[in-house]
Structure formats: structure tokens, C-alpha cells
């Protein structure tokens, strides 16, 4: 039989997990309950009139930006995870690259903002563009590619790859023929959640590519974009008449919300089907 | 050499040229802020850096003193860890070592999901329900503040202390506890005086990394805490955050002023703190798991 002072405080720790739990549902609930009156098929598909109307550019602005970051960032965070599980050796190139990937995941984005504007907008010349915002949002998620995709290729037993070496494969052979075929969903749950980071950011694309109002829509990479989160963050503070900016931005975080939700859940899911499949 | 020889070889070059892509990245990340920040010191020099007046829009005199960014940085740093700690430890002691096992797979992905949630959608939540909360509650002219900033910020770095402590937990041994239990302590006392010890630089790992994902955390500060740099130390005050003046002025700047170079000696500073943090936090991660 437990002691009072045990239940008591079993239950405290209960009560502890349950409150953070309580406050993410509390948040998710205030931002749906709010938002979903805003949110319909108009709100969707027409272009904002200032505070008011609709998202639409913004929506197509953070595809475009989150397409061109993963075009970028899923070959090289591809290969990348491919030679260092199965090229690298001990030494000091190895822990050279290991300490990149940590140091690249611990950078604060805002910092990736000033390194995207110094490098890609001023530098190269690309402007305020596209271009700009997705190769910083590219070098932003690399680690998140890198690191997901490494963890799907160990999963791969060794024995399939010792049994095409053993029979005359050559390593690359091996690699594309035996190894990937059973890494690739794994790597791409990675690179779902790297699109997730991507399209919800909004401090490195404050300095590289966002406009708030738009008359059109992107010509070219050298175009400027809307983008869901950067409108969000203007709707919320830039506007001195809330009452009417109050609904869309409810409206835009919705969406952002379930953009970005919905790509986690999405890779999750992913990832324990496969996980299911393979079990080995 | 045989084609399928040549091409063997060739492959493992190319593949190490895209590893080599993050080295790359981060000298250049370094170079760049470096290289646009760099011709501040001939003038104004670092010295106006160390000034409790950050005015760099002032007609009269600009000053560039960063103290009141660092100090406004460092309390919501500070105050967030303080009040996340005790959350994620306790969720991480809960879902380990109490909750069932359907229970922890249901709380997870749950408490998994604050992490993908955007800042800026955070911020936006603390702006509308959570300022007026502390508005009302402290009596204030103002709900953002730097602690409305460090609650917020708090509730951020939950997932990465509770997810790292809680793998800490797990990874302690079963027969410490089994030892404990068999000498009659209950599992309180085997939790608090077994476990979460042995657990220890795990948990302060876990601590760290949460640390530095609050210190670089930009929009949900810049939406809540007011963004007045004062160099005063109460939480209950409007403060500005090195994270929300370079996201606030750098679109106002004229490029190569001597104001965006400061900006970009900001981001210098963010980034060697933040670089710091963490390779403390991973050489401690690291000792745990090897021992």
C-alpha cells in the first residue's frame, strides 16, 4: 500500500504533464474556434484588400518558397546522409561535418536571415526574391534532412547490404539497389518535416524575401512573395484598426496551423506505417 | 578499371562534396556576418558597444550601446528556462517512469507537436490571450513584457527538455531501480533519489539545448515583449530581446550605415552565445551516453 505522501505526489506529476498538455490543446482550440469562421473558399483563393479579404497570394508565396528550399535541400541533405553513414570513416573529415550539421541546427533563424541577406541578396545580387528566401530556408532545414534521413538508412539491416557486396555488387550498387529502396520513405518523413520547419518560419524570410501586399503574383525567382507567416506577423502587430485585422490574421494562423500540423502528422503517420512494413 | 568501377569510386566524391555542403554553409555563415559586420570597428569601434543607450535612429547622437539588448535577452532566457524546468522534468519523469505505455505513445506526438508549432503563431496566441492575461493579472499599463515574453518562450522549450530528459531517464539501467525498490523505497523516493540522479547531465543537457532554442527565438518575442530597450532588470517592464531589433530594424536600414553593421555585430553575438550553449550541452550529452 503507497503512502500518502507517494499518491500525492504521483499525482502531482500527473497534474504537471496534464497542464502543458491542457495549454498545446487550449492554444490549438482558441486558434480553430477562432479562425474557422474566417477561413472558407473566398478567404482562400482572393487576394487581401489591406487588412481584410483573402490569403491567396500568401498561400501560393510560402508553396513556392518551401518548394524551392526542398529542391535545394533534399538532394544535398540526401547525400550527405548517404556518405556518412555508409562512405565515412573515424576522422577528422567525419567529425568536421558532424559538427557543421550540430552547429547548422543550433544557429537561430534570425541569424540565417542576416547570412541570407549578406550572402544571397547583397552578395550574389539576387535581390529580395524567391531565390534568395529559399536557398536560406534550404540551408535552414539541411540539418533536419540530414539528420532524419541518417536514422532511416541504420535502420537498414547490414545483412542486406553483406549479401549484395557477397555477391559481386559494388558498394554504390549496393547502396542504390539494396539499401535505398528501404530508406527512401524514411527520408522523405524527414524532408516532410523539414518542409513543415520551412513553411512556418518567418525571421529568416523577414530579410530576404517577404513583401506584406502584393498586386500580383511571382513572375520569376527574382520576384518578391507573400508568405503565410510573415502576413500573420504583420496582420498582428502593423495594423492600428485590430478590429478589422484581428479576424484575418485568426484566419492566416489557422491555415498556417494546419499547413504545418498537418505535415507533421502526415510524416508520423508515414513513419510508423513503414516502420510497420519493414520490420526486419 | 571497368565502367562499374569507375563509377563506384566517383560516386563516393560526389556524395562527399554534398556532406561538405554544411561545412561549407556554416564559414559562410560566419564569414558573411563577420565581412558586413567588420568595418564598425574602425568607427564607431567596439568600445560604443559597451553603453546602456541603444539609440541608432537618434538625430542627434546615435548610440549603439548593446547592454540593454543582451540584458533584456538574458532575463527572458533566464526567466523561460527557470519556469520550463520544472515542466519538462516532471512531464519527463511522468511519461517515463508513470504513465502507461498507451498513455506515453498518446503523450508524446502531443507534447512532440508544441515543437512544430510556428512562432509566429505562438506569438500572435501570446499577443491576443496571453498579454491581456498578465495585463490584468500584474495591473500593468502594458501586458507585454518580458515576462509575458518568458512564459511563452517557456512553453517552447518544454518539448526539447522533456523529449532529451526523458530518453536520459529511460537510458538509466532497470537494476537501479530494481535495487532501490527491493531496499524498500518507494517509487517516489527511487524516482527522486535513483533515478533523476543518475539521470543528471542528461537532464541538464536536455536543459541547455532548451536554452539555446529560447535565446535564438525571434518572433515570439518580438510580438510580446514590447520591444523597448531599457537596461532595467524586472520582468514587468517592456524589454527588447538582440533576436527582435535585428528582426525589427533591418528592413529600415540602409545597407553598409553604420547601424546595419551594428545589426549584424548582434548577430554575432546571438550566434556565438547560441554556438556556445549548445557544444557545452552536446560535449555534455555525450559524456552520459559513453558512460
New interface residues.
Partial sequence: MSSLSERSALLALRLITYLVVCTVGFIVFDIVIKGIGVVNWSFLTTNPQGAAGGIFPAIVGTLYLVFGAIVVALPLGMASAIYLTEYAKQGRLTNTIRLAIVTLAGVPSIVFGLFGLGLFVLFFGFGTSILSGSLTLACMVLPTIIVSSEEALRAVPLALRDASLALGATKWETIRKSVLPYAIPGMMTGSILGIGRAAGETAPILLTVAAFSLPQLPRSVYDQVMALPYHLYVLATQFPNQDEARPTAYGTALVLLLLVLGLNTGAIVLRSHFRRRNKW | MSF??L??RS??Y??????????V??V??FA??I??ALPYMKSPGLGSFFSERWAPTSPLKAGYGLLPLVAGSAMVTILATLIAI??GV??A???AE??GKREREL?K???E??A??????????G???LAPIVKSAFGLPTGLTGLTGAVLLA?MA?PTI?SISEDAIRNVPRSYLDASLALGA????TIFKIVVPAAMSGIIASIMLGM?RV?????AV??VTGNAAQFRFTPLVQIRTM?AT??AE??EVT?GSTHYQA??WV?IV??FV??C??LVA?RVLRTYRRA
Fill in positions: 562499374r568501377h563509377q563506384d560516386v563516393k560526389f556524395l562527399l562534396a554534398g556532406a561538405s555542403v554544411s561545412i554553409v556554416v559562410l555563415i558573411f556576418l565581412r558586413e520544472p515542466f516532471c512531464g519523469v511522468y511519461i508513470i504513465a503523450l506526438p502531443f507534447i507537436m508544441i512544430a508549432i510556428p512562432s509566429v503563431v505562438l506569438g500572435f496566441f499577443l491576443v490571450v512553453f518544454v522533456m518507494n517509487r517516489v523516493q539555446g535565446v535564438g527565438e525571434t518572433m518580438i510580438m533576436t535585428i528582426a533591418m528592413g545597407n545589426l549584424f548577430g546571438l550566434l547560441t554556438f550553449i549548445n552536446l
